[in-house]
């Protein structure tokens, strides 16, 4: 039983997390009583040689085991200090108990004990203060290893920062002291919910709250936030400290929650699309075909139902990007190589009249994945599409195609006037769209299409100018 024991104390000390250094125990017998046994023998013996009162420097070991001695110390030493006092008194060949001695004896027990006591109060005070020293280290240790911790003086400036708050900001310990929390400001948040903030703390009260900002590397995170105001004798704010927590993740797997909600009730109202919309376009379509065609060719009303039907292909184009939006196919997957599905959507997309100015180059590599290749050109199209609408239909859109670890990385990298922040934010928000004409489907469809094929697309905005989107998919397995 003492070795099973054994064993599981081991075990849980091992579980335990690290944590701050812990005094070691007082010994009886250390450095300091032993020094203080050592000049209470020399006091005694130059007692004994030295005709003089020197009782009262029997205080000098009561102040060496002050701090480290072990407990008691002080009494303890009185004691002997009282009985050295007296047996030198006794024991001096020059000694006699005259009233001077006595007194000067009398004296000097009197300063020995009043001077233990003082020193057995100031010892009890100090390892009191000691104590609360280490509690407070400890919970400072604890804070530190759970939350991101930053403080600022009252005009904001950060004065503090944790380790945490480095790791998850990216910005190092001497690029963020000085600032104001604007350097890790996402511009996400109204001036009202800020203006808010401060008015809370500025007046004494704490502020909860969620919050998201900017990395340095441009990455959005969330921190579950509370600023706790210090106050002065006065009741007002002389310094903040803000503890936040990372709730990153939860804040994607809540956005991811609504997104599939709201793609739910998409798809049924999809549904009621195809079948009150599409398919009387298709009939109202066929209608104007077969009335133009019985025109004459110099008619004028001609070139009015031509325009009628350009209009209905527009309007059918949208009602089909929201059904593949909604609803998209199953996958059937099968080996694709992934550079001739580009080189064809390129060819599709350059076949266009409004697209002839365009040039799209693809790299030439044989990279084959399992995938379904009628989504990926549909993801193909939007992102090249996309690219080309931003350059006006004139330019050079660049295909890069590299393998990876993980499988394939394709990046297509546009030469237009770039995408702005606050716009790439929200790229693949569905309905989102910064142009005239458009359902702002494009690239959240490539999205959803990525997403099913189990790889990732990002956008990037290169310090020279363009866009850059990329695609990461698993390889052929």
């Known amino acids: 039983m003492k070795t ?15 944590g701050p250094p812990r005094a070691e125990p007082v010994r009886l017998l250390n450095r300091a009583t032993v020094s203080a046994a050592v000049l209470c023998a020399v006091i005694f013996i130059v007692d004994l040689l030295w005709p003089a009162e020197i009782g009262m420097l029997y205080v000098v070991p009561l102040l060496v085991g002050t701090l480290s001695g072990p407990p008691r110390f002080q009494l303890v030493a009185a004691g002997v200090a009282s009985v050295l006092t007296v047996l030198g008194a006794i024991l001096a060949p020059h000694g006699a108990f005259t009233p001077v001695v006595v007194l000067n004896r009398a004296i000097a027990l009197t300063v020995i004990w009043v001077t233990a006591i003082v020193l057995a109060r100031f010892r009890r005070t100090w390892l009191a203060l000691q104590a609360r020293t280490k509690e407070l280290a400890d919970i400072n240790y604890a804070l530190d290893e759970s939350a991101i911790v930053a403080t600022t003086d009252t005009r904001g400036r950060i004065t503090y920062v944790n380790d945490k708050f480095c790791e998850i900001s ?24 800020i203006q808010n903030l401060w008015a809370t703390i500025a007046n004494g009260q ?13 990455s959005i995170y969330w921190v579950d936030t509370t600023i706790v105001p210090f106050l002065d004798d006065r009741g007002k704010p002389f310094k903040y400290m803000a503890i936040r927590y990372d709730i990153t993740e939860r804040k994607r797997t809540e956005e991811l929650l609504h997104e599939q909600a709201a793609l739910a009730r998409l798809g049924r109202m999809a549904a009621v699309v195809a ?10 379509r066929g209608a104007l075909q077969v009335i133009a065609s019985r025109m004459a060719a110099v008619s004028h009303d001609r070139s009015i139902m031509t325009n009628i039907i350009t209009r209905l292909d527009a309007l059918n184009d949208v009602v089909q990007d929201l059904l593949v939006f909604a609803r ?3 996958l059937r997957s099968e080996p694709v190589d992934l550079q001739s599905l580009v080189a064809n ?11 002839r100015g365009l040039r799209i180059r693809v790299s030439a590599v044989e990279a084959v994945a399992q995938a379904d290749s009628e989504q990926l050109q549909i993801a193909f199209c939007k992102i090249l599409t996309n690219a080309a609408q931003a350059m006006d239909g004139v330019g050079e859109v660049d295909v890069d195609i590299q393998r990876t670890s ?4 394709l990046a297509f990298a546009d ?25 702002g489907l494009g690239l959240p469809t490539a999205r959803r299409i990525v997403d099913a094929h189990g790889g990732t697309i990002a956008i990037d905005t290169p310090a020279g100018g363009g866009t850059v989107v990329s695609i990461s998919l698993p390889a052929d397995q």
Do not use: C
């Not at 990216?170 to 919910?193: C, M, T």
């Not at 079948?275 to 109202?284: Q, T």
């Open 415 to 439: 030469h237009g006037p770039g995408m702005p922040p606050e716009v790439r934010e929200k790229a693949f928000e569905a309905f989102f769209t910064t142009k005239h004409r458009g359902t």
């Open 206 to 218: 704490i502020w909860r709250g969620e919050i998201r900002n900017r990395a340095k590397d441009g």
């Open 345 to 355: 959507t390129a060819d599709l997309i350059t076949r266009d009249p409004a697209m």
């Open 406 to 409: 993980a499988g394939w990385t």
């Open 4 to 18: 099973i024991d054994s064993q599981v104390k081991t075990q849980a000390n091992h579980l335990r997390a690290p």
């Open 328 to 330: 998209p196919n199953v």
């Open 170 to 193: 990216k910005y190092s310990r001497a690029e963020l002291l000085g600032q104001d929390h604007r350097i890790v400001n996402s511009s996400y948040h109204p001036k009202a919910f």
């Open 275 to 284: 079948h009150e919309v599409k398919n009387p376009i298709a009939g109202i």
